[in-house]
């Protein structure tokens, strides 16, 4: 069964910085992409990074240049390397990945269980 592992939230000043890891286990035939989303407090989930097979990148406007997505060596972990951390990046960040299963020639969306960040003045 496939799975997301999430870990590297927590506790940052304002100006800090983060890094969030995410690991995709079980039978794994492809993964077609990987992002983050997050969930601010009271508002809806939105798309903050992703990373493509290609390894092109899309980043949300709000944390383009302090943000950095990349796939790990094996290609089934994603980071998140968080700079210049603001109050308003505080929320649960949630891995995401399109994952066709070994079992399956159809690809299915996973999450993972999410992280709190939050961002202190």
């Known amino acids: 069964q496939v799975q997301l592992v999430e870990s590297g939230g927590g506790l940052v000043q304002a100006g800090g910085s983060l890094r969030l890891s995410c690991a995709a286990t079980?039978?794994?035939?492809?993964?077609?992409?990987m992002g983050w989303y997050r969930q601010p407090p009271g508002k809806q989930r939105e798309l903050v990074a992703a990373?493509?097979?290609?390894?092109?990148?899309h980043y949300a406007d709000s944390v383009t240049g302090r943000f950095t997505i990349s796939r790990g060596s094996g290609e089934n972990t994603v980071y998140l390397q968080m700079m210049n951390l603001k109050p308003e990046d505080t929320a649960v960040y949630y891995c995401?990945?399109?994952?066709?299963?070994?079992?399956?020639?159809?690809?299915?969306?996973?999450w993972g269980q999410g992280t709190q960040v939050t961002v202190s003045q």
């Open positions: 995401n990945a399109n994952i066709i299963p070994a079992t399956s020639y159809v690809d299915y969306d996973y």
């Open positions: 079980g039978s794994i035939l492809r993964i077609n992409a």
């Open positions: 990373i493509i097979t290609d390894s092109s990148t």
